[in-house]
């Protein structure tokens, strides 16, 4: 199974970063092909926590890791990471894509500044500029790698890009503030210097390792109700982070992809705003958020946490042809009795088995929940991932077997802890 996609099913912060780790440990390479410094990936290694936000996961197993052209790369974030996994020994075999676009402190400027304009339509951003970078890039303005490579490119690229945002600055947002041209050139410049060895045709490295038979895994970030596309517009992100986001954001044929696994956690969580059917504001809510540590990795921010909810992840498997689930945090629901699952929205009188487009209707479906029996709340959970799927308690089954039945797809992975251990693979 050479060419392996993991997305997330939900709103994001589904546990990738963990399952992209321990599946790394089978794999050649690992590929991230979507999104920017605004995602967080958290490993946990032998009591060690590592967070990344641009390196794959895949680092912490010695794998090649490659950044590809569709994610948009913070040059301070990454010369950071760099810098840090050197300081705990590691020596990151990174590959960069000439293709991916840069991200600028301007665009975290105007991502602030658009926040401040949107009003309602406000995504709760993470501030990182990752919408003004692709909506650069989509309007033809942005700075690619490459172009920090060639100082006459960057030069008059720059020129053009930095005269623009001044003029966006000053007399759209009213802002005073002034660009230093020359000091984003030599910034640039010098990032540019500093990743010259990563940087590489990540489509061609990929495409060679897929034909000389090699795993790869293609690492989303963010999770599919944030994509631009199929996600809750205009509540997501800029980037599409479903799996056909790994042929575009790489460079590689949907012809490549063997298996897509989709990553989803036992609740729901959501930082930013937007409709969330499901959401608990009351003390199950606060409990699942701490039980879980549900602050943003980025942020800081408390996440929105709510039952799971079925409907997303039945969306999910559909437009990413999910063909195996993964379950994390299943042990975030320990003591919490009855737990709650929703099956389908109730929209004015109808029932509604999918995500509407719109989001005034989308704001007024009513979850129609199944109950079931939660199980004890002290679990030694390090022992049941030693013995495996057995050794789950029987109400914990009972919820896993309840999720294949009304989503159709095996769960083949289940997550009971943030370690990389606390992994059971159910026939494993
Ligand atoms: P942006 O990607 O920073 O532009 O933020 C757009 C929306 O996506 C906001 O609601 C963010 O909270 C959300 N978002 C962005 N990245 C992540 C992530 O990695 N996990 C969860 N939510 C995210």
């Known amino acids: 199974m050479p060419g392996i996609v993991i997305v997330g099913t939900q709103w994001g912060d589904e546990a990738k970063g963990k399952i992209t780790d321990f599946l790394a440990g089978d794999a050649d390479c690992v590929v991230r092909y979507n999104g920017g410094a605004n995602a967080g990936h958290t490993v946990v290694v032998d009591g060690k926590t590592y967070k990344f936000r641009l390196i794959p996961s895949g680092v912490l197993q010695g794998k090649k890791v490659y950044i590809g052209n569709g994610v948009v790369v913070d040059p301070e974030v990454l010369l950071g990471e760099l810098e840090d996994l050197r300081r705990e020994g590691f020596n990151p075999d990174l590959h960069v894509s000439d293709r991916a676009h840069v991200v600028f402190d301007f665009h975290k400027l105007e991502d602030g ?177 701490e039980a879980g540590g549900e602050y943003g990795t980025v942020t800081g921010r408390p996440r929105r946490v709510g039952w799971l909810d079925l409907v997303p992840v039945k969306y999910s498997i559909r437009i990413n042809g999910i063909d195996e689930l993964v379950v994390t945090k299943l042990d975030v629901l320990n003591g919490v009795s009855p737990l709650k699952i929703c099956i389908g929205y109730e929209y004015e009188g109808r029932r509604l088995d999918t995500i509407p487009a719109n989001i005034r209707i989308f704001e007024r479906c009513k979850p129609i929940y199944e109950e079931l029996e939660g199980w004890d709340a002290n679990i030694n959970w390090k022992r049941v991932a030693e013995k495996g799927y057995d050794a789950l308690p029987r109400q914990a089954k009972e919820y896993l077997e309840r999720i294949e039945e009304h989503v159709k797809v095996p769960i083949r992975i289940v997550s009971v802890g943030p370690e990389r251990r606390e992994t059971i693979v159910l026939g494993g």
Do not use: W
């Open 113 to 289: 500044l658009q926040e401040g304009l949107k009003g309602n339509l406000r995504a709760g951003t993470t501030r990182r500029g990752i919408g003004p970078t692709y909506s650069d890039k989509t309007a033809r303005f942005g700075i690619r790698i490459s172009d920090l490579l060639d100082e006459a490119v960057l030069r008059s690229k720059l020129k053009i890009l930095v005269d623009f945002k001044q003029r966006l600055i000053s007399h759209v947002y009213n802002e005073d503030v002034r660009l230093d041209e020359e000091e984003i050139f030599r910034k640039a410049l010098n990032f540019g210097r500093s990743i010259s060895s990563y940087v590489c045709d990540v489509s061609a490295e990929i495409n060679g390792a897929l034909d000389r038979g090699e795993t790869v895994i293609f690492e989303g970030a963010q999770g599919t109700l944030l994509d631009i596309d199929h996600g809750i517009y205009p509540y997501g992100t800029s980037s599409n982070t479903i799996a056909g986001g790994a042929c575009t954001g790489v460079g590689v044929s949907p012809k490549k992809i063997d298996k897509i696994i989709g990553v989803m956690k036992a609740y729901i969580s959501r930082v930013g705003t937007g409709p969330v059917p499901t959401e608990l504001k009351g003390e199950i809510g606060d409990r699942i958020r």
